[in-house]
């Protein structure tokens, strides 16, 4: 295999050279632990706050990293390209931002993710750092039963972290937190479409192959293929395909809702546009009050073209906290 | 009586390493399929760590492969990471020294039984499972024979096992999003565990 | 011909479309004008203040639109995909923002830009509005001489928008804008480089192909070839074909400098910030002291993979202005 | 003696809208080799414009082409548009009632003239003009020979223009930027006013 088509040097090095690129573009804001792939606040850990820590694989970004600063996150963890972070990292993240009111992770619900925060977790509270887990699973293209990995976290993990983080800048202590996360997160649902899959540079072919007349339908954010493929279909028709789902499976009705068309990546944001106009129509039609929204790319993968939507039921402290100040490299508001 | 030793521990290792690394590729290719295309990757980047351990630092066998363990979980990340790190952590725990084909299954039972608690499948999950536990079992019925009959009958009944996740639809790790149409591929770490027991049928014993 | 893999509808309403989506996320803080395909501030004409306009074709998204705001521009003009607006449009625009202080053309040196801004000009001062134009022409990969069209707009447009909008929100005049904007043109160079061509949606295939093992050097933000194509090479090495060509063509030590790493559409964000570590890198090995940067996708073409270095030598003012706050769909700092 | 009328001039663009329409993704396609792939449609829009004009809303044929101007600048827009509104705004300031073959004449050359003044282009930079100019100075050594055999002489030489631009390097417009290798393809703009001309032949006269 020749170099693969990407602005990498090599497919080993992605991570650690990205971290150099953002320490070089954000060293007024963030601090890098290279050692361990760590994006840090570069004022953590502070007094008296809870800390905020969340991390994955590589190759969602802005997710994790650009969501770190005042308001946001404390720390993420940057495992290898779509590999969940190893409990080392974790762990140094953890004690990093502790100030003793305990810290709190945000973990997608993938098995890796889970199994490695979780294990983190009992190596921090060895060393008397006070860890809550909270578990984020908003994908409605997963089937969920209590005899499967259940659903997936994507496009929420970005809201629940804006809302989050904005409560323990606040103040709130950890318990608080934790149940405030969980509200979100029982609030939350996202759909995703893909209208190719996506290049991981260790293996330089796209993950999945798609007819020119094809979408993948429910899909994640690691290129994986979807739930279904359907044939090429109008903007007008996929936003369907994405509200349709996300509206069976929780009633938006009668509460303000914060909306995110996301890009998966390679999608321009032109495209995103559209789709949102034809999104924000369709909710409207089904009686969901769209109090606030976000458009742009947010949680990637890669270079994948398509795009993801989540709607969250909020209630006016949820919508307190989305509007509070927020000040991280890709988030920024209300300062 | 045959009694496993670091040298041969090592040798496993060593072989494995060299096993995961031939086959990185083709491992990373099956989760392509069913999953993100990273089993290749995570597993040869763990075991490249493991590899570069030197068996003189250790006191014992079971210290070694402790170390082994602390390896993977601290290298390979993803699902795999904890799983085979687990796997190694609790096999070294039940090791007794001078370990003989009853020590060694003990060993192989804790280990196999610590991934199924740490990841909370089952058989038929379309996991490593599926390697593993069938490997156990046949373990188990030839432990008589000795440590390497022994193994080799494991490593058959992995393969078998391995072969067997092909019409599986997955319950357990990424493939399981996919639904349905997870059959019909097989398992990227019930083929990397098949790996793991036909190099200890090779080294061991 | 099938439907074209893209989130749109028809290919012919896609401007049109997007703008009903940038209208539905964006109402808080821009009003569009449908029939001329005009992004205004919500706020325009302000008071006493000059208008600043820009605009041009479509598929560069956030620019032109996303930059409109407080602290930037007070309209942007949408033309149709890569094609400059028509007099019309840019007319509407400007009445729309003065406000009897005059109106700012900010201009890429494109024929078509150039001839349709000019047109558009010529009716605003026959109506009585004092109309200035500026046009930018940053690209280093065209070469210069009094016998062709001269070197395209590109990159550049950002910082300008972004200088040139803080200065007229402080209340500077026409004059010392244009003068302003002049000096900003003088001291930034770009460089651009893509992986793919992109997809014009009427077109439905790449405006261009490139090999697996190609680059396409010295590329605008039409998805037009570049100057030259080269093999494939690591991200350390296509960095030193984009800093080069902008430190051979202008000398930026001495002063600091504002440096933009800027994706054109499809690259992921992993890649951008690990372009802009080897960037920054080999600019620091040159002297330059970089004093600010901008890491992300801001002036872009369509889906193509690629990447775009501005650097601006600026002046304490730029700086001042470049700081000064700033809120706009996809910029905002210092509010 | 012929003169050209405003039914036959609505004729012209009728017939120039349709060969556009028809050449759209081949105008296109020559853009997209050495500009940004929208010559064709730019021009489609605004010649679909063009021809929903009704000819009885016109007091004559000069107002009528004004028109035709102003909706060209209007809602074709990248270089051509402008051009080509300024041909038909020029042209139809120049063109005088119940024109003859010299009436016309004088037309054409207000149009080329103009399209020249505001591209700031010469013959030889691989434009429009590369075709526009030789058309008119063919018209000028036939206008003797009346309106039709004039149009005939100048749309062969507009051809004979646009296949010379195929060798050149652009100096103007978009392909500049792309220096020598500009060279090797037709510009799009010198086919599309071919196409101009040979509609003009067609109906004019
Ligand atoms: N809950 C689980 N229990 C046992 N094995 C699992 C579980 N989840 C995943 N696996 C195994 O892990 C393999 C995937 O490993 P890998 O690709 O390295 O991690 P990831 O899925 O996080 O990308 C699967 O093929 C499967 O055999
Ligand atoms: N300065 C100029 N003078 C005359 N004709 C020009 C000039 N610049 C461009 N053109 C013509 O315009 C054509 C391109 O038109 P079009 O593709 O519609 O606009 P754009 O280049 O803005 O995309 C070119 O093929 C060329 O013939
Ligand atoms: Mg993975
Ligand atoms: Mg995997
Ligand atoms: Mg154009
Ligand atoms: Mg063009």
């Keep these: 295999m020749g170099l693969v088509k990407k602005l990498i040097?090599?497919?080993?090095?992605?991570?650690?050279?990205?971290?150099?690129?953002?320490?070089?573009?954000?060293?007024?804001?963030?601090?890098?632990?290279?050692?361990?792939?760590?994006?840090?606040?570069?004022?953590?850990?502070?007094?008296?706050?809870?800390?905020?820590?969340?991390?994955?694989?590589?190759?969602?970004?802005?997710?994790?990293?650009?969501?770190?600063?005042?308001?946001?996150?404390?720390?993420?963890?940057?495992?290898?390209?779509?590999?969940?972070?190893?409990?080392?990292?974790?762990?140094?993240?953890?004690?990093?931002?502790?100030?003793?009111?305990?810290?709190?992770?945000?973990?997608?619900?993938?098995?890796?993710?889970?199994?490695?925060?979780?294990?983190?977790?009992?190596?921090?509270?060895?060393?008397?750092?006070?860890?809550?887990?909270?578990?984020?699973?908003?994908?409605?293209?997963?089937?969920?039963?209590?005899?499967?990995?259940?659903?997936?976290?994507v496009g929420l993990t970005v809201l629940m972290e804006k809302i989050?983080?904005?409560?323990?800048?606040?103040?709130?202590?950890?318990?608080?937190?934790?149940?405030?996360?969980?509200?979100?997160?029982?609030?939350?649902?996202?759909?995703?479409?893909?209208?190719?899959?996506?290049?991981?540079?260790?293996?330089?072919?796209?993950?999945?192959?798609?007819?020119?007349?094809?979408?993948?339908?429910?899909?994640?954010?690691?290129?994986?293929?979807?739930?279904?493929?359907?044939?090429?279909?109008?903007?007008?028709?996929?936003?369907?395909?994405?509200?349709?789902?996300?509206?069976?499976?929780?009633?938006?009705?009668?509460?303000?809702?914060?909306?995110?068309?996301?890009?998966?990546?390679?999608?321009?944001?032109?495209?995103?546009?559209?789709?949102?106009?034809?999104?924000?129509?369709?909710?409207?039609?089904?009686?969901?009050?769209?109090?606030?929204?976000?458009?742009?790319?947010?949680i990637t993968s890669l270079d994948m073209a398509g795009c993801s939507l989540t709607v969250l039921g909020a209630d006016d402290d949820m919508l307190r906290l989305w509007d509070a100040p927020v000040d991280t490299p890709a988030l920024r508001w209300g300062l | 009586m045959t009694t496993v030793d670091l040298a041969q521990t090592q040798a496993w290792l060593a072989d494995f390493a060299a096993a995961i690394h031939e086959n990185a590729a083709l491992l990373t290719d099956l989760d392509r399929q069913i999953g993100d295309a990273d089993h290749g990757s995570n597993m040869d980047r763990g075991l490249t760590a493991v590899a570069a351990l030197n068996a003189d630092d250790f006191a014992d066998t079971a210290a070694y492969l402790k170390k082994v363990g602390m390896t993977l979980v601290s290298t390979v990340g993803g699902a795999s990471g904890p799983l085979y790190g687990t796997f190694f952590l609790r096999f070294a725990g039940a090791l007794p020294a001078a370990a003989d084909a009853a020590g060694l299954g003990a060993a192989l039972r804790a280990g196999v039984e610590g991934v199924a608690a740490r990841g909370r499948a089952e058989e038929g999950d379309k996991t490593m499972l599926d390697a593993l536990a069938p490997a156990l079992r046949a373990y188990d019925e030839a432990v008589g024979e000795g440590v390497r009959p022994a193994l080799e009958a494991a490593a058959a009944a992995a393969a078998t096992g391995r072969d067997a996740t092909v019409p599986l639809v997955a319950r357990k790790g990424r493939a399981s999003y996919l639904g349905e149409r997870s059959a019909g591929h097989q398992d990227p770490g019930a083929t990397s565990a098949t790996l793991l027991l036909e190099s200890a049928a090779r080294n061991l014993g």
């Design chain 1, 164 to 298: 989050v983080g904005a409560a323990a800048e606040e103040g709130l202590d950890l318990a608080g937190l934790a149940s405030l996360a969980r509200r979100v997160n029982a609030s939350g649902r996202s759909m995703g479409v893909a209208l190719t899959s996506c290049t991981v540079p260790h293996v330089g072919r796209p993950t999945f192959d798609l007819g020119e007349d094809e979408l993948e339908i429910g899909i994640g954010i690691h290129g994986e293929p979807g739930r279904e493929r359907r044939p090429m279909a109008s903007a007008r028709e996929v936003a369907a395909m994405l509200v349709e789902p996300v509206l069976a499976d929780r009633d938006f009705t009668g509460a303000p809702a914060i909306v995110m068309l996301n890009g998966m990546g390679a999608t321009p944001l032109l495209e995103l546009y559209l789709m949102y106009g034809e999104v924000a129509t369709l909710l409207r039609e089904a009686g969901v009050e769209i109090a606030r929204n976000l458009v742009g790319n947010y």
């Design chain 1, 9 to 153: 040097n090599d497919a080993s090095d992605v991570v650690a050279d990205a971290l150099r690129g953002i320490e070089a573009a954000h060293a007024d804001r963030l601090r890098i632990d290279h050692d361990h792939q760590v994006i840090l606040r570069a004022d953590a850990p502070r007094a008296g706050k809870v800390g905020i820590v969340s991390g994955g694989g590589s190759g969602h970004e802005p997710l994790h990293g650009g969501f770190v600063g005042r308001g946001m996150l404390d720390a993420a963890c940057c495992g290898q390209v779509f590999t969940s972070p190893v409990p080392d990292q974790v762990m140094a993240a953890t004690t990093a931002v502790d100030a003793g009111a305990g810290v709190l992770h945000l973990v997608k619900n993938y098995t890796g993710d889970v199994m490695n925060f979780e294990m983190a977790a009992e190596l921090a509270a060895a060393e008397g750092v006070q860890v809550e887990a909270v578990v984020i699973d908003d994908d409605v293209a997963v089937t969920d039963s209590l005899y499967t990995a259940g659903r997936r976290g």
